[in-house]
């Protein structure tokens, strides 16, 4: 039961272009989300985060878009940088106590090219 | 403030004995929480402790096991180690007390299973 789902494993974009990361959930308890940047055999990096009662938030080029009543959310990258290359993951968690404590649930990743 | 560190950063072990990771959460972090990436199933949930409490465990065999102590220091220990444990741990540390909040990764421990 996959709760959160990034549907393309990868997308390629021209430097200065927009790249648009998608993310779908399944699991209405979700009231957070992250957007983590990865590169190989090292750990996550936040890049940014909304909370459930907005739908945008931007800091500098990054911004995420929350449409829950899709349960969708996009991060877009403007302008992409060849810096931006690496896997984007979205997470999402819920603050209901119990089994959500500490616990992120993670896509499986959207791998990022941007080309000069 | 100096990051989440963990030790060691790579580790080769062979089936059936038993490994133990530590980490180092951000200074005033008290939540910490384990994953394990691998390739087939992505980033999954160990578990995460929060003042020297487990207060929440994901879906992984009685094998893998953790402890933090006073000064939130956690680590975590696999015993009987199989080939399929082979995989990056990571642990993230978060400033609030759900530990559901924006949680920082450290750099992680590649484990191979010989």
């Known amino acids: 039961d996959q709760q959160v789902k990034q549907n393309s494993p990868s997308l390629s974009v021209q430097e200065g272009r927009i790249s648009i990361l998608n993310c779908d959930y399944t699991n209405s308890m979700f009231d957070y989300f992250l957007w983590y940047k990865k590169y190989p055999a090292e750990g996550p990096t936040f890049l940014i985060s909304i909370s459930s009662i907005k739908d945008k938030n931007e800091d500098g080029r990054f911004t995420v878009f929350l449409n829950k009543s899709a349960k969708h959310l996009s991060l877009h990258i403007v302008p992409s940088q060849p810096g931006d290359s690496a896997v984007y993951f979205c997470?999402?968690?819920?603050?209901?106590?119990?089994?959500?404590?500490?616990?992120?649930?993670f896509g499986q990743g959207t791998i990022l090219t941007v080309h000069p | 403030k100096a990051g989440v560190t963990q030790t060691p950063r790579y580790l080769i072990k062979t089936r059936g004995q038993q490994v133990t990771l530590s980490c180092s959460p951000i200074?005033?972090?008290?939540?910490v929480s384990w994953y394990q990436q691998t390739p087939g199933q992505g980033l999954q949930f160990l578990f995460e402790?929060?003042?020297?409490?487990?207060?929440n465990k994901g879906n992984f065999p009685g094998r893998f096991s953790g402890r933090q102590f006073s000064n939130s220091r956690s680590e975590m220990n696999v015993s009987t180690l199989e080939l399929g444990d082979s995989a990056l741990y990571l642990c993230a540390s978060s400033p609030d007390s759900w530990g559901t909040d924006t949680q920082y990764f450290g750099p992680g421990t590649r484990l191979t299973v010989l």
């Open positions: 997470a999402a968690s819920g603050r209901a106590g119990g089994t959500s404590y500490g616990k992120l649930t």
């Open positions: 200074s005033g972090h008290r939540s």
């Open positions: 402790y929060f003042s020297e409490t487990q207060r």
